[in-house]
């Protein structure tokens, strides 16, 4: 069985065709690439995933189970996103990671200051950034930091969409290292990044 | 105390005078608002002139159904006014807001002419209409700021609340945060106001009464009561507001309606 599957997809962004026919599947533990030029539709298949988009005809699997409106909540907990514009939201960084840990859904996670400031220092950044403001992190340290909160949620699929644009290529290189070295973890990842693309992902290349 | 003597309407028409200055101002800066100035300004002589018409004949009336038939319809028209400006569709908001005014505004007028002012009978038109006039028209320009703060931050920050969505939270728990800011960019401005009371300005209705010959005590203890009914029925309604929208504006995913919007309001 897969742990993710996208089949016959077919999605139109007003008249225009944006997916045609898709098909894909992803193993447990398996390492998807999505690669393409600008608006060819690699964010939406993200969305599609995460169940923010529907597509026009096809359906899209997660553990076998067809995605539809009633298990989607539970099916957003599996996954953890991360774009590249990421608007996180407002206040402080580490109340912000308590109430993601406070949703319903998350509940049987407990959060570990621990692991956050490793997780932090590993990124480059310092502990005191858990107390900094969310609106007064820059690019770089707002994507990490979001990065950051997937990775403490310890979820089964991983949807990074080009999470290293904002990062310098040692970053890069020890995100990419980091993400590839979750030996259970499904990843789903959509980037232009060479780095990326070196390390043998299943790839599917999308064009207009 | 006597009432302020009555302006006749020479005198009134002395008063429009005034609008030279802004006149000659709009013309000198060429503001061009004189077009806007004259719509207004008739638009609110010939608005007020009707109400003191129908005033007068509630007054004299003053029949309970009819009070109630006539705050009805005030609410009526606050929805329309609220939703029309909040950039939102009317068939999809009326429903819900007129609901959550009338719980919100409407509970909040029962207590002030009930509870606090208790008279013999509630239902007339000196308080009920009055007062409700007063409550409904202080908490609108509120609940117009609450509900279209809610809506355009969830279609402006469509990515935050995505990503909330994306990191297991229910459609309550990614929605909190736009509530609780909607609620606040509402109530804010109040609490300044009543902050700055009697300071750096004396209110409506504490100037009408002293103006009608009420003593100053009196007016200032219809002033406070009128300010924290008007407060909590900017907090009920709005609140109420954006649980009953709310309900109706997102689909099963959790996804916010894009319908919802009218095509004039830009994301």
Redesign the interface.
């Known amino acids: 069985m897969s742990m993710l599957e996208l089949k016959d997809i077919n999605l139109h962004f007003g008249s225009q065709p944006l997916l045609k026919d898709l098909s894909v599947k992803v193993p447990s533990g398996g390492r998807l690439l999505i690669e393409g030029e600008s608006g060819t539709g690699k964010s939406t298949i993200l969305?599609l995933i995460?169940?923010?988009?529907?597509p026009d005809s096809g359906t899209v699997c997660i553990e076998g189970e067809v995605l539809n409106?009633?298990n989607?909540?539970a099916m957003?907990?599996k996954?953890?996103?991360v774009?590249q514009?990421?608007?996180?939201?407002?206040g402080r960084v580490e109340a912000f990671i308590r109430e993601?840990f406070s949703?319903?859904?998350?509940q049987d996670l407990s959060y570990s200051r621990e692991k956050a400031v490793e997780l932090l220092e590993h990124f480059g950044l310092p502990e005191s950034t858990l107390e900094a403001d969310l609106e007064n992190l820059s690019g770089g340290e707002l994507q990490r930091v979001?990065i950051i909160?997937t990775l403490l949620?310890q979820r089964k699929i991983y949807?990074l969409d080009e999470i290293t644009s904002a990062l310098d290529q040692n970053l890069k290189s020890l995100m990419v290292e980091h993400f590839t070295g979750l030996e259970h973890a499904t990843l789903v990842v959509v980037s232009h990044d060479p780095l990326w693309h070196e390390q043998g992902f299943q790839t599917i290349k999308l064009s207009r | 105390m006597e009432a302020a003597p009555d302006i006749a309407l020479v005198r009134l028409l002395l008063g429009f005078a005034l609008l030279l200055i802004p006149l000659g101002l709009s013309l000198w800066l060429r503001l061009r608002i004189v077009t806007g100035m004259f719509v207004s300004v008739g638009r609110m002589t010939a608005q007020l002139f009707l109400v003191s018409i129908l005033l007068i004949y509630l007054f004299e009336w003053d029949n309970p159904w009819i009070n109630v038939g006539w705050v009805l319809l005030m609410v009526v028209f606050a929805c329309g006014s609220a939703i029309m400006n909040s950039g939102l569709k009317f068939r999809h908001f009326f429903l819900p807001v007129f609901a959550a005014y009338l719980i919100g505004a409407g509970g909040v007028l029962i207590y002030f002419t009930g509870v606090i002012v208790n008279p013999d009978n509630l239902l007339t038109a000196q308080l009920l209409v009055v007062v409700g006039g007063m409550l409904l028209g202080n908490s609108l320009h509120s609940v117009i700021v609450g509900i279209s703060h809610f809506f355009q931050a969830l279609r402006k920050?469509k990515?935050?609340y995505?990503?909330?969505?994306?990191?297991?939270?229910?459609q309550w728990?990614a929605l909190y945060?736009f509530f609780r800011?909607s609620l606040l960019a509402a109530l804010r401005p109040f609490l300044a106001n009543m902050a700055t009371m009697g300071v750096v300005f004396l209110p409506g209705m504490m100037t009408g009464q002293i103006l009608g010959g009420a003593s100053p005590d009196t007016a200032i203890k219809y002033q406070i009561a009128i300010m924290l009914a008007i407060f909590t029925a900017v907090a009920a309604s709005v609140s109420l507001s954006l649980f009953f929208t709310s309900r109706k504006g997102f689909?099963?995913?959790?996804?916010l309606k894009e319908e919802l919007f009218r095509n004039d309001s830009r994301e």
């Open positions: 969305r995460l169940g923010l988009v529907r409106h009633r989607v909540w957003r907990r996954m953890a996103y774009s514009d990421m608007q996180l939201g407002r993601i949703f319903k859904q998350n979001a909160i949620l949807l | 920050e990515k935050r995505h990503y909330l969505l994306a990191l297991g939270a229910g728990e945060p800011e689909d099963a995913y959790g996804v």
